[in-house]
């Protein structure tokens, strides 16, 4: 991605370049007021996009991040322009929380005990963004497709599908390749399904128009 060409392109290796695109496009005033799941702020670690004022965690790493649950904010009702959502994707009881790879990335990204808990979490997620955003406010989420117990879950559907619900517009949807993923030794032995080596960034907005995708 990139404008060299004097366009901001869908696909990119680089999450900056992605959030860089979504700011120019669809943030008039280019900044994020609130990151609900901040981690370790990787978004933010070269300065090229500002950290937020507000930022959030359910485990703070750092003591400038305020512990709280992105499905129950300490913020007002329609108080935000921007926020960020980049939530867990993992779901499992199964080998990778046995294996030492699977387990790294257990601990990287977090992990909820099944897939309906997951997608519990996403709607509820989303219905608190739809409360602390302003009208036409922008919710910037993150999401990742996955194969698990040989079952296709594709998440960044489900995802816009129930944003729809809520009341968001899909404005918006790029695409963060990568160039290597972390790979658990069963995973290779075991592989039935392409790797997802890609993950989706969406760009909603609150209100907008109204769309139906079957």
């Known amino acids: ?82 926020m960020v959502l980049d939530p867990p994707f993992l779901a499992t009881k199964g080998k990778s929380l046995e294996s030492g790879a699977g387990n790294r990335i257990n601990r990287r990204f977090g992990v909820f005990p099944n897939e309906t808990e997951l997608h519990s979490f996403y709607v509820d997620s989303l219905r608190e963004a739809f409360r602390v955003l302003a009208p036409h406010g922008i919710l910037i989420f993150k999401c990742q497709d996955k194969v698990s117990g040989g079952k296709q879950y594709m998440s960044h559907v489900f995802i816009m599908n129930e944003a729809v619900n809520v009341g968001f517009y899909p404005r918006d949807l790029f695409i963060l390749a990568a160039k290597s993923r972390l790979v658990a030794d069963w995973q290779a032995r075991n592989q039935r399904n392409s ?15 109204k769309v139906r995708y079957l």
């Open 195 to 209: 790797r997802k080596y890609h993950c989706y960034t969406w760009v909603f907005e609150k209100g907008g128009p």
């Open 1 to 82: 991605m990139g404008k060299t060409d004097g366009l901001v392109k869908s696909v990119s290796y680089s999450q900056t370049e992605i959030l860089r695109g979504i700011l120019s496009l669809h943030v008039p005033d280019g900044k994020i007021d609130c990151d609900a799941t901040c981690g370790a702020g990787g978004f933010y670690r070269d300065g090229t996009v500002p950290r937020p004022e507000f930022r959030f965690d359910i485990s703070p790493r750092d003591a400038e991040t305020v512990r709280a649950d992105c499905r129950n904010l300490p913020l007002a009702a329609e108080s935000l322009r921007c």
